[in-house]
């Protein structure tokens, strides 16, 4: 069976080999360093079947990213993880104009977020069945 892909969106390069490290030996990834990458890879007709993204990210942030996504027709309905150490991530992630899958505070429990990627695949994989 083929690994699902996730798209990582995070410019902190220990946070990415430390994902990386983590999930690649049960996903196929894809890393962007900003919103910009990762939109322009996502507008080449790449589809994810799961997001990962940092909120706070240089140029394009990832709010902007994620707003972006949620008013496409495309991606609309792509489950998106928001990975952050935002202050008041839980106050911010709730203020948001778009309805977001889960969100896990930085540093993170890898154990933690291998749970909540595989309980969003599980609630995806229940709606489409």
Known sequence: MAKKQILI??????????????LSPDYDLVIKTSGVEALSWLEEGNSPALI??????????????????????????TPVI??????NLSERVSLMPFKLDDFIP???NPT???ETIINVFRKYDSVGS
């Open 9 to 22: 969106v995070d410019d902190e390069v220990s946070i990415l080999k430390l994902l990386n490290f983590v």
């Open 112 to 114: 933690q977020l291998k």
């Open 52 to 77: 990962l993204s940092d909120l706070e990210m240089p140029y394009f942030d990832g709010s902007s990213f994620i707003y972006n996504l949620k008013i496409s027709g495309f991606y609309r309905d």
């Open 82 to 87: 928001i990975l952050s150490g935002a202050n």
């Open 106 to 108: 930085k540093p993170f």
